[in-house]
């Protein structure tokens, strides 16, 4: 079955920077493009951007230019989203979702992962 | 970018009745080359992921009770549920996934009356 599995809760100072990781089971790594998604506490969700785990292409949110970096280890089939310049507005549950076959829209999604940023 | 504006931001709705939520897009989300509207319907329940219900506005998920249904083209959608089960209380989101960045709308609380 698919699955995709996200690193553990994190707590962070301000102007670090953090890395989570989302692990892909259950189907062709390469084949389903990768989107992150973040909601912070008690708010809506916010698409953060796009990778192709086959080229290692990415899109990010304009909003998240030059602090986002998403990149994929295919033989692990993982994918990993690092933000950095971390602030408190950053405090959030970040999920992987995965985009589905012919353009369907998020299928799956990782459990979520805290980020916690704190001084 | 596309706003995404839901209506209610919540609803009280008695068990076994119709529970309507609607979508509108500040732009389209109609593709004229497959006729297919880029919009999905998720239901988030508290700790847990968003769910996908619907997309291309009207198609259900496989495993989605038929109960769940949406309606609507171009820049005004809607979902509802036909006949409120308790296990429904959650929050619905909606989203274009039409042009990047994808966005959603703010979310619709639903609850039991």
């Known amino acids: 079955q698919v699955q995709l599995v996200e690193s553990g809760a994190e707590v962070k100072k301000p102007g670090t920077s953090v890395k989570v990781s989302c692990k892909a089971s259950g189907y062709t790594f390469t084949s389903y493009y990768i989107h992150w998604v973040r909601q912070a506490p008690g708010q809506g969700l916010e698409w953060m951007g796009i990778?192709?785990?086959?080229?290692?292409?990415?899109t990010y949110a304009q909003k998240f230019q030059g602090r986002v970096t998403m990149t994929r280890d295919t033989s692990m089939s993982t994918v990993y989203m690092e933000l950095s310049s971390l602030r408190s507005e950053d405090t959030a549950v970040y999920y992987c979702a995965r985009e589905g076959w012919g353009g369907k829209p998020f299928d799956y999604w990782g459990q979520g992962s805290l980020v916690t940023v704190s001084s | 970018d596309i706003v995404m504006t839901q209506s209610p931001d919540s609803l009280a709705v008695s068990l076994g009745e119709r529970a309507t939520i609607n979508c509108k897009s500040s732009q389209s989300v109609l593709n004229s080359s497959n006729f297919k509207n880029y919009l999905a319907w998720y239901q988030q329940k508290p700790g847990q992921p968003p769910k996908l219900l619907i997309y291309w506005a009207t198609t259900r998920e496989s495993g989605v009770p038929d109960r769940f249904s949406g309606s609507g083209s171009v820049t005004d959608f809607t979902l509802t549920i036909s006949s409120l089960q308790a296990e429904d209380v959650a929050v619905y989101y909606c989203?274009?996934?039409?042009?990047?960045?994808?966005?959603f709308g703010q979310g619709t609380k639903v609850e039991i009356k």
């Open positions: 989203q274009q996934y039409y042009t990047t960045p994808q966005t």
């Open positions: 990778i192709n785990p086959s080229a290692g292409s990415t």
